[in-house]
C-alpha cells in the first residue's frame, strides 16, 4: 500500500501520530479563509474524535 498501511488499526495510529505533531488551532486559522461555511471549523477540531469512532475496516 501506498502509505504503508494494512489494516484498519495501522491507519489509526498513523492518523494518531499525524495529528498529534499537528497544531490543530493552527491549521483551523490558517484553512478558515477557505470554508464555504465558517461552522465547518468545528470538523476540523472533531475530526480525530470522529476517527476513533469510525469504523475503518
Known sequence: MK???SNSGQLRDRIRDLYASTNIEE???DVSPFLF???DEKKIRLFLP???QADLG
Open 37 to 39: 461555511y465558517p461552522a
Open 50 to 52: 470522529i476517527i476513533e
Open 3 to 5: 502509505l504503508g498501511v
Open 27 to 29: 491549521m483551523v486559522a
